[in-house]
């Protein structure tokens, strides 16, 4: 099959790779020159494990190309998606604005019959605002449909090559037919596609991000619960989780969920109930709870510390979760400036997102190369991302790094018994 993306951002790049993989024929379009430039060089403007090495492959057998001309990869495509950015707005909803101007771009450039996905995650009744745009630039046949991508960062290929389902909207037969074929390769008995109305497409994507999202903060919550009275939250979540009706999955308390994708879906979703005439309180107080939990390590840190004035802090992470440079909406971010704004000095290191970090920070922080450099000098120790290699970390050569050897384990991911029989001070999340 010929298939057009268009937007070479996580989701376009992704899924472009993973159909090229698959022995299709497809062409990438993105606005940006030099970005297309790059990519054509077989080289990736983002992070993601195995992504690159893919792209190459599939760009020297000629079945992925980049293109900034939309008309050359559209019009000659059988299905083309649209999988632009859908930033959000100041009033807290999805921001349409380049999935309208995609949808008009697309229907000028048809040809011949073609299916219209949309990739972006977009609130519910925007596969009609994309097919009003694009009629009201063309005459030939058509299809719009509803395809919610669900890939997380970091594990992008194997959730697209695997996903545990894929979802598609669309009440037209041909449509249907063709992406079921498009799918099949990366589809099983248990893994099946939904077809499903376009509306109820477009919310499921919402609706599973918030249910995640809920799952995290129901979690912070009871761990600021076990703190108080004096119970563990490891041992309640392995309890909890042994329920097969529950699961173990996004159960684990943190400093927070942050990324592209939860903060601003659980707005978005709220601001479509708005519209509907309803108020989400559940969602109000995930929201709510995850802001208080963003902010948690620097309150644990002001109560022990008192005054943080001219103390230094090594920051372990600064990505919002490990395998990725994506810094968007990261605890880190939070937390360094809560810090900054105290008058403390940050010493940060992240094996990948230091680049990233710079555009938030400049030389406000120092970058060091190392876990350990950043440790050098330091009042305490914030593990902010679940990176690997934060979890074993050498104790003993830490503490003789140290100023004062104290840890807050953001994440829970160290030996407090350990780390307290070395000479530390450790602080973690709902437990002791
Ligand atoms: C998420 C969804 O998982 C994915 O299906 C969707 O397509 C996009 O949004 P992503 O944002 O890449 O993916 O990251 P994810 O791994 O889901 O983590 C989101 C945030 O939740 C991170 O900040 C992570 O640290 C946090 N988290 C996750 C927790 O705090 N606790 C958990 O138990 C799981």
């Not at 807050?408 to 530390?424: H, I, Q, W, Y």
Request: aromatic residues 8%.
């Amino acid at each position: 099959m010929r298939i057009a993306i268009i937007g070479t951002g996580y989701v376009g790049l992704v899924a472009g790779t993973c159909f090229a993989e698959s022995g299709h024929d497809v062409t990438c379009v993105d606005l940006d020159a030099r970005k297309v430039e790059v990519l054509r060089r077989g080289e990736i403007p983002l992070y993601e494990p195995g992504l690159e090495e893919l792209v190459r492959r599939n760009v020297a057998a000629q079945r992925l190309r980049f293109t900034e001309h939309l008309p050359e990869a559209v019009s000659p495509a059988q299905v083309v998606f649209i999988a632009v950015g859908t930033p959000q707005s100041e009033r807290g909803d999805a921001d349409l604005q380049h999935v309208l101007v995609a949808a008009e771009q697309i229907g000028r450039s048809l040809r011949h019959y073609t299916v219209i996905v949309n990739k972006s995650t977009v609130p519910v009744g925007t596969s009609d605002r994309v097919r009003s745009a694009v009629a009201r630039t063309t005459d030939v046949a058509f299809d719009v449909v509803s395809n919610p991508e669900f890939l997380k960062e970091g594990a992008a290929l194997d959730d697209f090559l695997k996903p545990d389902r894929v979802v598609i909207g669309t009440t037209s037969e041909r449509a249907r037919k063709l992406m079921g074929d498009l799918y099949a390769p990366f589809v099983r008995t248990e893994n099946p596609i939904l077809f499903m109305d376009p509306h109820s497409a477009e919310l499921t994507k919402y609706a599973a991000n918030a249910m995640l999202a809920t799952r995290i903060s129901f979690m912070n919550d009871m761990a600021l619960l076990c703190e108080r009275v004096g119970a563990n939250v490891d041992l309640v979540r392995k309890g909890m989780g042994a329920d097969r009706r529950i699961g173990y999955a996004f159960l684990y308390p943190g400093i927070g969920y942050g990324g592209s994708c939860f903060p601003k879906d659980v707005r978005a979703l709220m601001s479509t109930a708005r519209e509907a005439g309803l108020e989400l309180d559940l969602l109000r107080a995930v929201e709510s709870t995850n802001t208080r939990q963003k902010r948690c390590l620097l309150g644990k840190a002001l109560k022990l510390y008192g005054s943080l004035a001219d103390h230094t802090f090594a920051v372990w992470g600064l990505a919002f979760k490990p395998k990725t440079d994506d810094m968007r909406e990261a605890p880190s971010v939070e937390l360094i400036e809560g810090l900054l704004g105290k008058g403390a000095r940050v010493q940060c290191h992240d094996p990948v997102a230091s680049p990233v970090a710079r555009q938030y920070f400049g030389d406000r922080v120092a970058y060091a190369p190392t876990c350990y450099e950043a440790a050098e000098g330091a009042d305490g120790i914030f593990l902010v991302t679940e990176w690997n290699e934060f979890r074993r970390p050498d104790l003993k050569r830490l503490r003789a790094l140290m100023r004062r050897p104290i840890i807050f384990d953001g994440r829970n991911v160290l030996d407090p018994r350990l780390a307290r029989s070395e000479g530390f001070t450790y602080i973690g999340i709902g437990r002791d």
